[in-house]
């Protein structure tokens, strides 16, 4: 959709502006443009070349966690409307670090990305049992689970949670990242390796379409 509005909000996301995000976002609810599209078509789209930027090195860690921090407030003016329309679902995905780790900074820019790409999200937050991940996604028919972890230690866990996820829900797609992870280790687990969260959500989009 070529729409002035819709730029805009690309724009301001890319220039890392929460003030005019959450106006432009606003006046593009007024006009009225559907909450899918916003997000669709304006911030997806920053949200892509933030990720573009951050892979080319013009952008560092702060900018993507600021570009995540926006999303997360302008998906707050959005939600309302979101709840109350039909959106198209990119899939479920159940979120969360493992257990043992209390990091949320890469968990919480993924998430962010991953509603922009339409995904419906549910965060488990931090210090997460494996149970609780296979409990989750049971409950919400979860299409892929996503691991955090960034500490050495808490790599048994991670281990023990693509284990007992393998055993009981067979079909989910498992995705794992962290500062801790790498491919060799997420091939050995059993899971798809993300290197941060701007390939987590493409890596999750792929996944979707397999």
Avoid at 86 to 100: D, H, K, M, N
Avoid at 196 to 201: F, L, P, Q, R, T
Wanted: charged share 25%.
């Amino acid at each position: 959709m070529n729409n002035p509005i819709l730029k805009s909000i690309t724009d301001s996301l890319v220039e890392l502006d929460l003030d005019a995000s959450k106006k432009k976002v606003q006046e593009a609810l007024e006009a009225p443009i559907p909450p899918q599209d916003i997000i669709k078509d304006g911030l997806a789209k920053g949200m892509q070349i933030v990720g573009n930027k951050f892979e080319s090195g013009e952008y560092f860690l702060a900018e993507l966690i600021t570009a995540g921090a926006i999303m997360e407030e302008v998906m707050i003016i959005l939600e309302p409307h979101l709840k109350a329309g039909t959106v198209t679902s990119g899939g479920r995905a159940v979120v969360g670090t493992v257990q043992g780790d209390l990091h949320d900074v890469g968990k919480n820019i993924l998430i962010s990305m991953l509603r922009s790409a339409a995904f419906k999200v549910t965060d488990l937050g931090v210090d997460v049992p494996p149970e609780r991940f296979v409990e989750k996604a049971k409950e919400v028919k979860a299409d892929i689970v996503c691991l955090s972890a960034l500490l050495s230690v808490v790599v048994p866990k991670l281990e023990d949670t693509v284990d007992i996820l393998r055993k009981s829900l067979p079909n989910v797609k498992i995705l794992v990242g962290g500062r801790c992870v790498d491919e060799k280790l997420a091939e050995k687990v059993g899971a798809t390796f993300a290197k941060d969260a701007w390939s987590g959500v493409r890596t999750a989009v792929t996944l979707m379409k397999q």
